[in-house]
Structures are given as structure tokens and as C-alpha cells.
């Protein structure tokens, strides 16, 4: 079956007309010819070879410029792909807390300023001393806070209670394990009987 347009004035331009071929009844009948005996499927033996052009200047100096910061590319890949999740952990962090004080609780702000107001003091009264300036304004600060929020005081002073017991814990099993093997192996010479 053949499709054939019709050509003549634009309006039958558009009209299509079938038109069906067949063989003619007085030829003699040829035998089916193979796929691979087609000269479209055959590929010619040796005839074709790849041959690589030669590089301007330009792709040269280009390669050579991607081989020399391929070190730094994919360093700044692994560093992004490190620190994405904690970008994102800080944004969520931000805008939380940028959505709890637009919309604060009553008193939250008055709060945070007698907070605030306590860390300076501790400040001022820790002139002189490093230790104190470490000491003074987290502990002000901390009894300013907690006398507003009891409760979570209340937990962070046994979560930090609990911290601070097995630290000082592990602590004495490092001492311990080191007195054991420095002091009291028997053919030490801090222990043995002609030192004493």
C-alpha cells in the first residue's frame, strides 16, 4: 500500500489518495533474497581504520590544566559532600530557631536579658584570672537560667553530673592501669627491696 499526496489547488493539496501495487502476473516468480546477503547489511572488510586527530595547542593546554587541578576538584568534592549535611543540619537549626522567636513566649525576652545580664557580671567580676573568666560567666549564667527554667536544670545538671562521673571514672582506671605497670611489677627497680 502507497500513500501518495495528490498535487493541484491548496484546499486538495491536503486530501491523500491510496494507491495499492501489486506484482505483475506475468513475471516469473525470483527466489527471496537473505538478509545478510543485502549489499545495506554488508560491512566492507579493511577498508575502514580509526584514526586518532592530532590535538591543537588548545585541547593540549586544556588537558593539562584539568590533569594539574584534578587534586584540588576533587577535594573540594569530598569536602562538600562532608560538610552539606552539617549545612543543612545548621540551616534547619537557624530557622527553628528564627520561628521560635518571632514567635516567643511571654517573658521569654526579658528572661534572656537577666541571663545575659548575668554572664556580663560574672565578666566584670572575673578580671585577673583565665580561670575565672572560663568559670564565672557560664556559672552566673547557668544560676541566672536556671532560676527561670528548674526543670531543664534540673536535667542538665544530672546529664552533666553523670558526664562528669564517668569521666572522672575512666580517669582513675588510666591512673590506676599506669600505677600498676610503672610501680608495682615485681622486678621493678623503684620497688625492689635494696631501694626501700
Known amino acids: ?56 595547542p588548545l585541547e593540549e593546554s586544556i588537558s593539562h590544566l584539568r590533569h594539574y587541578c584534578e587534586p584540588y576538584t576533587s577535594w573540594c568534592q569530598e569536602t562538600y559532600s562532608q560538610t552539606k549535611p552539617k549545612m543543612q543540619s545548621l540551616v534547619q537549626w537557624g530557622l527553628g530557631s528564627y520561628d521560635y522567636l518571632q514567635n516567643a513566649p511571654p ?48 536535667v542538665f545538671v544530672q546529664v552533666s553530673g553523670e558526664k562528669l562521673y564517668d569521666w572522672g571514672l575512666r580517669g582513675y582506671i588510666v591512673i590506676e592501669d599506669l600505677w600498676k605497670e610503672n610501680f608495682q611489677k615485681p622486678g621493678n627497680v623503684k620497688n625492689s627491696p635494696g631501694n626501700k
Open 107 to 154: 517573658g521569654f525576652f526579658p528572661r534572656l536579658g537577666v541571663i545575659g545580664f548575668a554572664g556580663i557580671v560574672g565578666l566584670l567580676l572575673a578580671r585577673g584570672s583565665k580561670i575565672k573568666k572560663l568559670v564565672y560567666p557560664p556559672g552566673f549564667m547557668g544560676l541566672a537560667a536556671s532560676l527561670y527554667y528548674p526543670q531543664q536544670a534540673i
Open 1 to 56: 500500500m502507497v500513500i501518495q499526496r495528490a498535487v493541484g489547488p491548496a484546499s486538495l493539496s491536503l486530501l491523500t489518495f491510496k494507491v495499492y501495487a501489486s506484482p505483475k502476473k506475468d513475471s516469473p516468480h525470483k527466489a527471496s533474497v537473505k538478509v545478510n546477503e543485502l549489499s545495506l547489511y554488508s560491512v566492507p572488510e579493511g577498508q575502514s581504520k580509526y584514526v586518532e586527530e592530532p590535538r591543537t
